[in-house]
């Protein structure tokens, strides 16, 4: 007689449950490695703050409390809120004309910005899409200038603008602005413009359009990230710039926010309160424009790194 054996049927393995302990495992290691880095981003975040922070309270503190105690001493007496004030911004506004040198700001800054961003993109387009000798070479030596310091050339520029009579003049400043903004103009564009469909511009050239067609119809809005990225670079150094300002325009009736925010500052370094007041007024422009464009910002620059 024959015994028949029942088999024995394992139970199959808890797949889900395994699954999710394996994934959990696998973000508690990635929580585990990105504590690093979450750090180091927090302590870089309160490094640029802090000083912010030190600046706009300083900016509404009355005179005798901005000598005599630090910002930080509000925290421990809070009762000093009470005593802040809005005067240093009048006062600023009175003493430097911030109104005036807010419109001359704003004159050197937007042909700053325009001249060298229309200059470079054309240069851009000629490095990319056209073909002529020692193309390679040219771009070589452009490129090459961005190591060399703009005072340098400070002294031949101004000879150069006395026999002209250009000094103390607002194209003074807007030629050394485009001037010395030119070589990361171009290098900017033109890696950008290497990234771009040549299969566009073939089309473009089948259907008989020319150089300036092809350029302004086609190159031109699809480059507008690197045009962005180009234009909040310039404006932020023209802006906030205080040397060219200095040795160009200087003092008077065309001198810009920078320099009308300097005079603020008393020869026994008295009036700092007011220069902070007068620094966060400069800012505001800054900060919209950089708001305005910086969905644009980041592809810029990362366009063209990397290919592939």
């Not at 060298?116 to 993109?121: G, N, S, Y």
């Not at 101004?158 to 171009?186: E, R």
Request: proline residues 6%; positive net charge; aromatic residues 12%.
């Amino acid at each position: 007689m024959t015994t028949q054996t029942t088999p024995t049927i394992t139970p199959a393995p808890r797949r889900g449950r395994v699954a999710r302990r394996d994934a959990q495992t696998s973000r508690g290691r990635t929580g585990g490695r990105r504590l690093p880095s979450k750090l180091s981003v927090l302590l870089v975040c309160a490094l640029w703050i802090v000083p912010t922070l030190g600046v706009v309270i300083t900016s509404f503190r009355g005179v005798d409390d901005a000598n005599s105690s630090g910002w930080w001493t509000l925290f421990a007496h809070p009762g000093g809120f009470t005593h802040l004030t809005t005067g240093n911004y009048s006062r600023a506004m009175e003493q430097a004309d911030l109104g005036t040198a807010f419109l001359n700001s704003m004159a050197i800054t937007l042909p700053a910005v325009f001249l060298p961003l229309l200059i470079a993109a054309f240069a851009a387009y000629a490095f990319t899409f056209m073909t002529f000798k020692g193309r390679d070479t040219l771009f070589i030596v452009i490129v090459s200038l961005l190591v060399v310091p703009n005072y340098v050339a400070f002294v031949p520029i101004i000879k150069l603008y006395s026999s002209a009579d250009l000094n103390g003049t607002f194209p003074a400043a807007w030629l050394a602005h485009i001037g010395f903004g030119m070589s990361l103009a171009v290098y900017l564009l033109r890696n950008f413009m290497a990234t771009l469909p040549r299969d566009v511009i073939e089309s473009a050239k089948i259907d008989g359009a020319s150089h300036f067609q092809t350029f302004f119809r086609l190159i031109l809005p699809m480059s507008s990230p690197a045009l962005a990225s180009f234009a909040i670079f310039q404006f932020l150094w023209v802006w906030n710039d205080l040397l060219v300002a200095l040795v160009f325009v200087g003092p008077g009736d065309k001198q810009p926010l920078t320099i009308a925010i300097t005079n603020l500052l008393g020869q026994q370094g008295t009036g700092w309160e007011m220069v902070t007041a007068g620094g966060l007024f400069s800012m505001l422009v800054p900060i919209g424009i950089f708001l305005l464009l910086q969905r644009y910002f980041v592809r810029g620059l990362t366009s063209g790194a990397v290919k592939g």
